[in-house]
């Protein structure tokens, strides 16, 4: 366990609202090794960004507040840690990528001087070497004519070549972990393919690990070795990416496959599970899928299921697992 | 952008053409007749038939438009009928007091205005955030002649700081004239300080929630260098643009600012010249505001311009 890169445990993530206050990280574990990729999948509001952002200490608080469990990281604690502390990691051992390239950059500034600024912030560098990496960066990032483009503005450039800076500027001082919060979602299908190559290359070429965030099973497929199945604030099923996709566990995470939309299909979110996914603010007692489970009995009102192995390193929270599915 | 700046400035030739026709055209609502004014007790006939002869008041209204349009291009913006001194000179004599005025104005709402809205963007919902909203609205609500007249009681007849009125030249005496000046300024500024504020903290809040700003966060940048670089670069772009706007206003408001300490600006010149009906002096005025008005937004669609990557194509 001291190996892993990150370890979350039982991490809880609050919001209070006017609607009420509401867990959308609940008890939230997983792990993730150096240089390994690991996915969370799970529908819209499921609370993978938040996850994220609680890992990064970039929660908005309010009405944002982490209520309880751990974050190591690199076996540091990093719940309660100092600003300062927290500054001096972020940007610089853990970079983080959003879903929403357009508005990712800030339009005051040229390109160049945001990935820069990464660099002179956390490595003492003078201005004149933080040009000829950011440059570098961004041919690394296969950005065309990156000289050029270092003094562009963010409105000159697409949403593909946007994520790339983007990209190039959470790789800017070589962090250990990059965490991609739906990298492609905003892109189109031919560009959505070609950043997640680059991840995957990038990943080979420095040996970084990538928590990798989506609703695309697809993409899972394609790039995680671990998988973190999140549904209404809960990890309910856990695994290595060939165990989950040879025999998934968790009726939801079944009910996704039946649903994985194809990278070259013009297809939205997962839509193909029947019913509503449950208000976080009042939840119902049991399992929270049960009113969408074809599976459930009446047991599955009683409590919550916590996560149990099914199989060696496979995870689920179902009173039913190990399913028999054909 | 230099296209720009050309198509811009062509688009406000209508305006002024615009706003020369309806300042003109505001003597005719002025009630009262100005020979009948100038002539006097007597009223002899002749002598107001030849005052109407010399300014032009026998003319069809177009011809007496186009005299007076005619005029105004060399330069010459009429005498005025009471002082008789060209309203040229009465203008470049009165403009730089109500520019003073307008601008130390302007200088106080900045620097109170901004920062207090940052402060209570940053710290929202503290108590720092609502003192800061209780002020701006004060601000907003309270009548400046009131707020004139309890600062000459306090500052002036209780505490005996500073003089309650008299206007001091600056060529004459530098600290003599700021003494004058800064009761009359910061009164002036109350509004614009108010809406300083509240359009810096909206700004900011917005801005604040960005995803830009959470990038920067994502950078390991600390607090300061996200709120000053980040935010308020962004924040601060519609509050220039409408401190351009805000020049304007407080030159109207001086008008009023001026009676309460009687300060020998713009606003006395063009009232006195209301009551006296000096068509003249009235119209070189509001001509030569409304030109500066234009100007001013012109300006502020400039720098608009200028601090706005995005527009800069
Ligand atoms: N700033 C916030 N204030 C209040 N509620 C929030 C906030 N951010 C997220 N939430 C809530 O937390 C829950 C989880 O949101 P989260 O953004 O993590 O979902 P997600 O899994 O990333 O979904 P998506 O696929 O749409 O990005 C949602 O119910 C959302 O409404
Ligand atoms: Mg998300």
């Known amino acids: ?326 | 952008m230099l296209t720009y700046i050309i198509r811009r400035i062509l688009i406000s030739i209508p305006t002024i053409v615009f706003v020369s026709i309806v300042v003109f055209g505001l003597q005719l609502l002025l009630p009262g007749d100005p020979a009948l004014a100038l002539a006097g007790e007597e009223r002899d006939p002749q002598l107001i038939a030849e005052l109407r002869r010399i300014y032009h008041l026998d003319q069809p209204i177009w011809r007496q438009y186009l005299i007076w349009v005619g005029n105004v291009l060399q330069g010459n913006l009429g005498e005025s009928i009471r002082l008789k001194m060209p309203v040229g000179d009465l203008v470049t004599a009165k403009l730089p007091v109500t520019m003073q005025l307008a601008s130390m104005a302007i200088l106080i709402a900045t620097c109170v205005g901004i920062p207090m809205g940052i402060v209570s963007a940053v710290k929202k919902e503290t108590i720092l955030d609502y003192g800061a909203n209780v002020v701006a609205l004060s601000g907003i609500s309270v009548p400046s002649f009131w707020l004139g007249i309890m600062m000459i009681l306090l500052f002036s007849v209780n505490l005996g700081w500073l003089p309650a009125s008299g206007f001091v030249k600056p060529s004459e005496s530098l600290s003599q004239n700021l003494k004058t000046m800064i009761m009359p300024a910061f009164v002036l500024s109350s509004v614009t300080t108010a809406i300083f504020m509240r359009h810096t903290r909206s700004a900011m809040l917005a801005v604040l929630r960005s995803d830009y700003v959470r990038t920067a966060r994502a950078k390991g940048l600390r607090e300061p260098r996200v709120i000053f670089r980040h935010a308020l670069r962004n924040a601060i772009i519609p509050v220039v643009t409408l401190g351009a706007i805000q020049l304007g206003e407080l030159m109207s408001g001086a008008v009023l600012t001026e009676q309460i300490f009687t300060i020998p600006g713009f606003g006395k010149l063009i009232v006195d010249a209301v009551f006296n009906r000096d068509y003249a002096v009235v119209q070189g005025v509001v001509l030569c505001t409304a030109t500066g008005f234009i100007f001013l937004n012109l300006c502020a669609d400039l720098i608009y311009f200028l601090v706005n990557p995005r527009m800069r194509g």
């Open chain 1, 1 to 326: 366990m001291s190996a892993s890169l990150l370890a979350v445990g039982a991490l809880s993530t609050e919001f209070k609202t006017d609607q009420g206050r509401f867990r959308a990280v609940d008890e939230v574990s997983f792990s993730l090794e150096k240089g390994r990729t690991l996915g969370i999948v799970g529908e819209s509001g499921c609370g993978k960004s938040v996850t994220a952002l609680s890992i990064m200490g970039l929660v908005p608080s309010p009405p944002g507040y982490i209520v309880g469990g751990s974050i190591r990281f690199e076996g540091e604690e990093l719940i309660g840690l100092t600003t300062e502390r927290y500054q001096s990691l972020r940007g610089n051992r853990m970079g983080m990528i959003f879903q929403e390239p357009m508005t990712s950059l800030n339009p005051a500034f040229t390109v160049g001087d945001q990935i820069g600024e990464a660099i002179i912030r956390h490595e003492q560098v003078s201005q004149a070497e933080s040009k000829r990496r950011t440059i570098e960066l961004l041919r690394r990032v296969r950005i065309p004519s990156p000289e050029k483009r270092y003094d562009d503005y963010p409105h000159k450039l697409s949403g593909g070549m946007r994520q790339r800076a983007m990209i190039a500027m959470a790789l800017s001082c070589s962090p250990d972990l990059l965490i991609a919060d739906e990298p492609t979602t905003a892109l189109d299908v031919t560009i959505q393919a070609q950043i997640l190559e680059l991840l995957a290359e990038l990943r080979a070429e420095t040996g970084m690990a990538i928590m990798l965030i989506t609703h695309d099973l697809g993409v899972i497929a394609e790039m995680a070795d671990e998988v973190v199945v999140m549904y209404a604030g809960r990890v309910i099923e856990r695994a290595p990416a060939a165990a989950l996709f040879a025999s998934p566990q968790h009726p939801y995470t079944i009910g996704l496959m039946g649903s994985i939309p194809r990278l070259d299909l013009e297809q939205d979110r997962l839509a193909a599970i029947e019913g509503q996914v449950p208000n976080l603010v009042s939840l119902p007692k049991g399992c929270r899928f049960r009113a969408r489970c074809p599976f459930a009995v009446a047991a599955c009102a009683e409590s919550d299921p916590p996560l149990i192995e099914v199989a060696a390193g496979h995870e689920a929270a179902c009173l039913r697992a190990p399913l028999e599915v054909a």
